[in-house]
């Protein structure tokens, strides 16, 4: 699995103009799920993302995670993110997991987060065409991949 984590101000999500998710002070995370990831890999990722020190502290250093700074969390499915560029100029998704892994990793990783969080996580709607507004804080945007374990 790979995330995009961005720090915001604000981030939204719509399908067809209405609003799916939306929240404040937090995090964005764009979440793309890959051939062959398994629930460890969801709940590793769960584990980083709501222990991440991207927030700042009183002293103006990025001391803090999400759970310290009371920041809200929105989740967004894509693909996208397997995308492979090795050959020519149009990207490849063969390493995209198929829609029912997919969606279920993806369910998963919602899951753990807001478990680990004790409150909800706003999400975006799994295979739509979304729409996706942020004001990125910062801009601090960190990618993780749970195949690299960095």
Known sequence: MRIVIQRVTRAQVSVGGDVKGVVGRGMMVLVGVENG????????????TVALRIFDDEAGVMNRSILDAGGDVLAVSQFT?????????????I??????????LYDAYCRMVAERLGRPVARG???ADMQVELVNDGPVTIVIDSRLRE
């Open 37 to 48: 990831d398994e629930e460890a890999d969801a709940r590793w990722l769960a584990d980083k």
């Open 125 to 127: 709607v799994f295979g």
């Open 95 to 104: 390493r995209a997991a198929g829609h029912e892994p997919a969606t279920a």
């Open 81 to 93: 993110l397997t995308a492979s560029t090795r050959k020519g100029n149009r990207p490849s998704y």
